[in-house]
């Protein structure tokens, strides 16, 4: 199965991580780490693997390090699969 490409935006610095519903078409996700060396990144990670049930490994940022707007690609699960996860419609 090849990986799942989906888009988000994020806030870092937030009050605490959670998905925040939609943003320009993407989903958005509250980050609680601050966007400096790669914390937020990092728990940008944990949170989508935590919610897919997977391990860490199996998400990727593909596009968007250092920017709100991030593509991911996630392993081993399908877009149905993400799309439950995530709260929205596939």
Known sequence: MPPVRFEVYI?????????AGA??????????????????????????A?????AKRCVRIVSGRASRRKILAVEGVDADVIAAAMGVGS
């Open 11 to 19: 806030q870092p610095r937030a009050s605490k991580t959670e998905l």
């Open 50 to 54: 935590q919610r897919l049930g997977i």
């Open 23 to 48: 943003h320009g078409g993407m989903i958005k996700i509250r980050i609680a780490a601050p966007a400096l060396e790669n914390a937020a990144n990092l728990a940008l990670i944990d949170f989508i």
